[in-house]
């Protein structure tokens, strides 16, 4: 009898903002490095940080992070106004979506020139935020940089045992290692996950278990019908 492989299954489900503090940052080995990594920074003398990765790996957590900590401005990049005077550090997230290396270069100007400093948070590596831009490249390849990664299986389910915490309640362990390889491999499937295994539990009237994680993982999966 041949033996079925696990499908991926994506969730699709609304879900409110999550708070990014320290206390909801929940650490494992996948990203335990770049935490210790940010607060090197923090204590360096260094002007310029790079916290960069995929889409729903953490940079914008660990950007607010850091500007809760020490009091820094948090900006989004699209739109923002470069003069950074009155802030001894910046934080510029989604800089991946500025229309043009130009307007990096002119924040990056600002800080360095004025001795701010300045951490920059994007999708990709900074030398796609460059664009061909010779200066802004090399002075982003001198930055200290922190690389993220999607959270794998194991911070997976540790973010959903924190997620059943915060809504008070009392789910096994069962449910999140059923869950993490079969959602998504991101922070927000594991929070619509939990919201809409809480939502059905409430509905229905039936405690969460292992039945109910099925049902609603098959309701709102992208896989086949009969897969």
């Not at 310029?48 to 401005?73: M, N, V, W, Y």
């Not at 009155?86 to 001795?115: C, H, M, S, Y």
């Not at 999708?123 to 940089?145: K, V």
């Amino acid at each position: 009898m041949a033996l079925m492989t696990a499908r991926q299954i994506v969730l699709d489900l609304p879900t409110t903002p999550p708070k990014m503090t320290r206390d909801n940052y929940v650490v494992a080995a996948s990203n335990e490095k770049a935490l210790s990594m940010m607060t090197a920074w923090v204590g360096s003398a260094e002007p310029l940080l790079a916290i960069c990765g995929p889409q729903g790996a953490g940079k914008t957590h660990l950007g607010c992070i850091l500007s809760e900590s020490i009091d820094a401005d948090f900006r989004r990049a699209e739109g923002a106004d470069p003069e950074l005077a009155g802030a001894r550090l910046t934080v510029l997230d989604d800089v991946d979506q500025l229309p043009a290396p130009a307007a990096l270069l002119a924040f990056v100007f600002e800080a360095i020139n004025g001795g701010r400093r300045l951490v920059l948070i994007g999708r990709g590596e900074p030398r796609d935020w460059a664009a061909g831009q010779r200066d802004l490249e090399t002075r982003l390849n001198a930055a200290m940089r922190i690389d993220l990664t999607e959270p794998d299986e194991a911070l997976l389910r540790a973010v959903m045992a924190k997620l059943f915490r915060d809504r008070q309640l009392r789910v096994g362990e069962a449910i999140a290692d059923y869950a993490a390889p079969r959602i998504r491999k991101t922070f927000a499937a594991a929070s619509a996950f939990v919201a809409a295994l809480d939502a059905a539990s409430f509905e229905g009237g039936e405690p969460i278990g292992l039945r109910l994680a099925r049902a609603v993982i098959a309701n709102h999966s992208e896989a086949p019908s009969g897969a």
